[in-house]
């Protein structure tokens, strides 16, 4: 992948997404609420492809139909190519979304049962008007298909019929239909098989090459996305812990949490000897009640008294290089 030092496309500030959970028998109707993402600020520059790693549950989805619109922010902004989509009209969001896409984990769901493949790569062209003529909707369907690598026999066929690996290209060609800018990805891989695995990236990487989208590559498994990442992020309970080119980030991790996930990916080589371990203790603190100071100072094996106190700064230790913890110090 390239360095993708360009202009700035999509960007978060402090962008905050609550969600309110309903007074329980045992909660006196108080009103809780789920700090699902809570003060994120990251920008993905155009031709950018941005992996965000995390935990289910982190909210690292919810980042992804923020940064799309479909989830609006409690509170912060949200701009994509300068535009702040966090204020526009339902009207002017949707003629937007046109240069947006989202391939899901499950393509099922994303695919109707009740249409055959042609009704529904057909429906986008229609819905934007792309083309002129039947003639022109049917080339614009075949050529999308030569893209992801789909036998056109497979037109014919409903969503049931295909492998999942095969739903998953069709997903991906639906959205290739509209040329967009930016691509959110959440966990496209977590449900093939290995071999389908590779394929479905390797075509992704093809795409990106020849047209130049900006990816959001959401995934749990550090090694996909560090395979296919220009930079990337690590998420804690609904916050951002490090982020750095994924070189620097696999070659010298700096928060306890993400030393702890690197440990974690065991080594495909036997004659290798496991890395040292950083032991994490506990579970993962609740959304609702996120511990003060420091979320994942319960589970640290360095946590200090203000760690307790006082939430971390999210700061450049040099080289783009950021990180949330009180062990390292600001390069400014």
């Known amino acids: 992948m390239g360095k993708a030092e360009g202009q700035v496309l999509v960007k978060a500030e402090n962008l905050k997404r609550y969600f309110r959970v309903e007074a329980g028998l045992f909660s006196r ?92 790569l057909r429906r986008p062209i229609e819905i934007h008007k792309l083309a002129k003529n039947e003639q ?23 969503p049931h019929e295909l492998s999942g690996g095969q739903q998953q290209r069709i997903a991906i060609a639906r959205i290739l239909l509209l040329n967009p800018k930016f691509i959110v990805l959440d966990e496209p891989t977590s449900a093939l098989d290995v071999l389908v695995q590779a394929h479905v990236l390797n075509i992704l990487s093809n795409l990106h090459e020849k047209f130049g989208f900006s990816y959001l590559f959401i995934s749990h498994d550090l090694d996909v996305v560090e395979h296919i990442s220009d930079r990337m992020a690590v998420m804690y309970v609904g916050k951002i812990v490090e982020l750095a080119r994924k070189k620097d980030l696999r070659r010298r991790a700096m928060h306890p949490y993400t030393r702890s996930l690197l440990a974690a990916v065991p080594i495909p080589d036997p004659r290798k000897k496991m890395k040292k371990r950083e032991i994490l203790r506990g579970e993962v603190p609740s959304a609702i009640s996120p511990p003060r100071g420091c979320r994942f100072h319960p589970r640290c094996p360095h946590a200090m008294d203000i760690c307790r106190k006082k939430e971390p700064k999210f700061k450049d230790v040099g080289g783009g290089h950021y990180v949330a913890c009180y062990l390292f110090k600001s390069s400014r």
């Open 136 to 158: 022109e909707k049917k080339r614009m369907i075949l050529d999308v298909l030569d893209e992801v690598g789909i036998e056109r026999y497979l037109l014919e066929r409903y």
């Open 29 to 120: 109707g108080k009103a809780r609420w789920v700090h699902a993402v809570d003060g994120v600020n990251l920008h993905i520059r155009k031709k950018e492809i941005f992996g965000l790693v995390g935990e289910s549950g982190c909210g690292k989805t919810t980042v992804g139909k923020l940064f799309l619109g479909l989830e609006r922010p409690t509170s912060g902004s949200v701009y994509f190519d300068g535009v702040d989509i966090s204020k526009l009209s339902r009207e002017e969001l949707r003629k937007l979304r046109r240069e947006m896409g989202i391939v899901y984990q499950h393509p099922q769901s994303s695919l109707n049962p009740r249409m055959l493949i042609e009704e529904t």
